[in-house]
């Protein structure tokens, strides 16, 4: 399986700073999927990015994709207590979406 | 609304006692998929189904069955329930296109299962 792998797993930042977290997958894909979840509630799907885009927006969050390093990151600028979740990348190709452990994001007002 | 539902939501049973978790999608998905979700070990997927009547394992599908008899319905069956199916259940379901697993996963609310 093509599972991805977060970074950091946990994440605590102040209200208005921004977050970064980091996915790295080990075969190639033809996209790869950012989710988020509240806690133990199921999770929402955020943005997709197609293997031959680099960069992507969708309001507040910013996803890159570099797949010479097999590699996405996930920027959430002007973070809000609201955005205190999990963040979940998943890989798609020929086969499912395969999840990785996520990162745990805290965003203390 | 576009909605995956999950039945039960909470189900406190004890061993060996069979359970169904049922769960429906309205989306007209071919695409639908089991996951459970434990501390540490992220989402793993069980059970996938890309279509009725079609059915592949997933990573840890050892106690599990599923069935796929109509387009909208994928439930779990757990035969003979053990303490260690104790987790939080998710079923998701998608759109597939010719490119393979390229639409977005829509999640059902989780089934919170507990084996005593």
């Known amino acids: 399986s093509q599972q991805g792998e977060e970074d950091p797993q946990a994440l605590s930042i102040q209200e208005g700073e921004n977050a970064t977290m980091n996915c790295s997958y080990k075969?190639?894909?033809?996209?790869l999927q950012w989710y988020r979840q509240n806690s133990g509630r199921g999770l929402v799907h955020l943005i997709l990015?197609?293997?031959?885009?680099r960069e992507k927006h969708s309001g507040r969050l910013r996803v890159t994709l570099d797949t010479s390093k097999k590699s996405s990151s996930l920027l959430i600028t002007a973070s809000r207590a609201a955005d205190t979740a999990s963040y979940f990348c998943?890989?798609?190709?020929?086969?499912?979406?395969?999840f990785g452990k996520g990162t745990r994001l805290s965003v203390i007002a | 609304e576009a909605q995956v539902t999950q039945n039960p939501r909470y189900l406190i049973t004890v061993t060996g006692k069979k359970l169904t978790v049922t769960c429906s999608q309205n989306?007209?998905?071919?695409?639908m998929s089991w996951y459970r979700q434990d501390p540490g070990l992220g989402l793993r997927q069980i059970y996938y189904?890309?279509?009725?009547?079609?059915?592949d394992k997933g990573d840890v599908p050892e106690g599990y069955k599923v069935s796929r008899k109509e387009k909208r319905n994928f439930p779990l069956i757990l035969e003979s329930p053990s303490p260690n199916q104790t987790s939080l259940y998710f079923c998701?379901?998608?759109?597939?296109?010719?490119?393979?697993?390229?639409?977005?996963?829509?999640f059902g609310e989780g089934s919170r299962l507990t084996v005593l």
């Open positions: 998701a379901s998608s759109a597939t296109g010719q490119l393979g697993f390229t639409g977005e996963l829509f």
């Open positions: 075969t190639s894909i033809n996209n």
């Open positions: 990015i197609r293997s031959n885009e």
């Open positions: 998943a890989t798609g190709g020929n086969t499912p979406l395969v």
């Open positions: 989306m007209n998905h071919e695409y």
């Open positions: 189904s890309m279509n009725v009547e079609v059915t």
